[in-house]
């Protein structure tokens, strides 16, 4: 059965770091772009950040660019979100999502896996 799972979120002050992790079965995720979206109380699911399935392209929000570094370990099947200087308006449920294609993508209508969802809170 395909499986998304993520680790790593938590509580962290203002101006801290986390990164958050998400592991992959099926050796057939290991090239699959991914990406990260992240969900608030009260807010729709926005996009956060997506890589393509070797790594080479990358894309960012405007709302975390300079701040977020999203990497993949293909060997590990595992894609990483480094977040850093956090603010408390990225508090949020964060979620990882696979596509079944090597290009990334920015909507999460695109996308065909995802996972369970971690918790980051960021206090002021």
């Known amino acids: 059965q395909v499986q998304l799972v993520e680790s790593g979120g938590g509580l962290v002050q203002a101006g801290g770091s986390l990164r958050l992790s998400c592991a992959a079965s099926?050796?057939?995720?290991?090239?699959?772009?991914k990406g990260w979206f992240r969900q608030a109380p009260g807010k729709e699911r926005e996009f956060v950040a997506a890589i393509s399935g070797n790594g080479g392209a990358t894309y960012y929000a405007d709302s975390v660019k300079g701040r977020f570094t999203i990497s993949r370990d293909n060997a590990k099947n595992t894609v990483y979100l480094q977040m850093n200087s956090l603010k408390p308006e990225d508090t949020a449920v964060y979620y990882c999502?696979?596509?079944?294609?090597?290009?990334?993508?920015?909507?999460?209508?695109?996308?065909?896996?995802w996972g369970q969802g971690t918790q980051v809170t960021v206090s002021s």
């Open positions: 099926g050796r057939a995720f290991s090239h699959y772009a």
């Open positions: 999502a696979a596509v079944s294609s090597y290009l990334y993508r920015k909507s999460s209508n695109e996308y065909d896996y």
